[in-house]
């Protein structure tokens, strides 16, 4: 069965580091992949945009194609977004489809801190995205699990619902939402950096704006 990758973050906004990286996730598992945005993101602070205004950025970034999706469930749920509370819901959804959480390589270095963290893996298998750019640390509890758990190659994350790790080498582009946000907020224009869509909608950009 074809596995389902899920694409969690906030999104705020969606760049083209995000878009490249899923896209080439979903060719590398041969898998659906959906983009989750998450209404209240655990560890970090306060949004800039509205879930409301993320989520409308993500539908404006992903018109035109079809490879890529948007699961919406954590909009319409209350508290923090815990992902283990997600992936629950899926796997009950799924049955016994692979699952992928897609995680760069800065989100994974901070699972161990993550709610019910051990559960996770229970649940689904983990695609670690290659970032460039940021100084990750892995901690020796997280080299522990990846000493067990890692595979080698991606096709192997179809023959089982959960429990591997697979680094996933990805095109290396040092994009972030934080970057965006600094040259937004400083008048600046940063037009191929973000996907088209974005500039179609005044809106879409307006919380961004000084
Ligand atoms: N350029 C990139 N390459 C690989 N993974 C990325 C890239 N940008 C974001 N990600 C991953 O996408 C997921 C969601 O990230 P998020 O929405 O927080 O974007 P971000 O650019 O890291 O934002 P911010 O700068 O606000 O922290 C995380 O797993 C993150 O590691
Ligand atoms: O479940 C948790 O405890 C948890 C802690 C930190 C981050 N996450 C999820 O990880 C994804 C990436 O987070 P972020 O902050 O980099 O956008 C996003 O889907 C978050 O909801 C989840």
Same mark, same amino acid.
Request: proline share 6%; hydrophobic share 55%; charged share 20%.
């Given at each position: *069965?074809?596995?389902?990758?899920?694409?969690?973050?906030?999104?705020?906004?969606?760049?083209?580091?995000?878009?490249?990286?899923?896209?080439?996730?979903?060719?590398?598992?041969?898998?659906?992949?959906?983009? *989750?945005p998450s209404r209240t993101p655990p560890h970090r602070a306060t949004p800039c945009a509205s879930a409301e205004q993320r989520l409308a950025g993500l539908r404006a970034a992903l018109a035109g194609q079809s490879r890529l999706t948007i699961d919406d469930r954590e909009m319409r749920r209350e508290g923090p977004s815990y992902t283990v509370d997600t992936l629950r819901e899926l796997r009950a959804e799924q049955g016994d489809r692979p699952l992928v959480l897609l995680l760069g390589e800065d989100a994974f270095a901070g699972l161990p801190a993550w709610h019910e963290w051990r559960e996770l893996f229970r649940l689904t298998h983990i695609g670690v995205l290659s970032r460039p750019g940021l100084s990750v640390v892995r901690s020796e509890i997280l080299w522990r699990e990846i000493t067990e758990r890692r595979v080698a190659n991606p096709v192997v994350l179809s023959h089982c619902p959960a429990g591997a790790i697979v680094e996933l080498r990805v095109t290396a582009l040092e994009v972030s939402a934080t970057r965006i946000r600094e040259l937004l907020a400083s008048g600046r224009d940063p037009r191929y950096l973000l996907p088209a869509g974005l500039f179609a909608d005044p809106a879409l950009l307006q919380p961004y704006r000084r």
């Open positions: *069965m074809k596995p389902l990758a899920i694409f969690g973050g906030t999104f705020d906004p969606v760049h083209i580091g995000h878009l490249t990286v899923a896209w080439e996730a979903s060719e590398l598992l041969d898998a659906e992949v959906r983009l *989750m």
